[in-house]
């Protein structure tokens, strides 16, 4: 039998695995970290899209009395299901603004914002398809998904007013910019 002798990271005195593990500007390369995000949250739009698709506690089997087969069974109590849609859905929705965030000017951008619309569209379908009609609750779904697109887009409009009122004021020469 072989013995592998395993030693562990030395960190040194005093040192924190927290800090040690957080983003250095010096350290990161930009590249570094645009593909971590990528990673990150390509997984959250997956476990997010598959919660969707397949709600805790699964879909009811049968049509009774109470019941329509299809319909997701975690809906029977609907305060804690429209909780749980509304923060799926926004960080499913986020996870996808970022996605296309970072991907931007890359080989294939078009494709990728067609394969990422698609599996929105895809997800908002099948949250319809499992969830119980009641149309004032999905406008709140809707709001959220959204949510994300809307703030940042407020954000990047905030950000060049400002940039034109301190350029105006002469503050702030025409090459440097306020960035959002």
């Known amino acids: 039998m072989i013995k592998i002798k395993m030693s562990p990271i030395q960190l040194g005195r005093g040192k924190n695995w927290l800090r040690y593990f957080?983003?250095?500007e010096e350290r990161d390369t930009p590249s570094d970290t645009r593909n971590i995000l990528l990673i990150i949250f390509t997984l959250v739009a997956a476990v997010t899209f598959q919660a969707g698709v397949n709600p805790p506690g699964g879909v009811w089997q049968e049509t009774n009395g109470e019941h329509?087969?299809?319909?997701?069974?975690?809906?029977?109590?609907?305060?804690?299901?429209y909780v749980f849609l509304i923060f799926n859905?926004?960080?499913?929705?986020?996870?996808?603004?970022?996605?296309?965030?970072?991907?931007?000017?890359?080989?294939?951008?078009?494709?990728?914002?067609v394969a990422t619309i698609s599996m929105a569209v895809t997800y908002g379908s099948?949250?319809?398809?499992?969830?119980?009609?009641?149309?004032?609750?999905?406008?709140?779904?809707?709001?959220?998904?959204?949510?994300?697109?809307?703030?940042?887009?407020?954000?990047?409009?905030?950000n060049l007013l400002l940039r034109k009122h301190v350029q105006s004021q002469n503050l702030l020469p025409e090459s440097d910019s306020v960035r959002g």
Do not use: M
């Open 89 to 113: 859905t926004l960080a499913f929705s986020n996870s996808i603004l970022v996605i296309l965030s970072l991907t931007h000017k890359f080989p294939f951008h078009f494709e990728i914002c």
């Open 22 to 24: 957080q983003y250095e």
């Open 68 to 81: 329509i087969a299809g319909r997701a069974i975690y809906a029977s109590d609907k305060q804690a299901y």
């Open 126 to 158: 099948s949250i319809f398809a499992v969830s119980p009609d009641d149309s004032v609750r999905f406008r709140y779904i809707l709001i959220t998904a959204a949510g994300p697109f809307v703030f940042r887009f407020l954000v990047l409009i905030f």
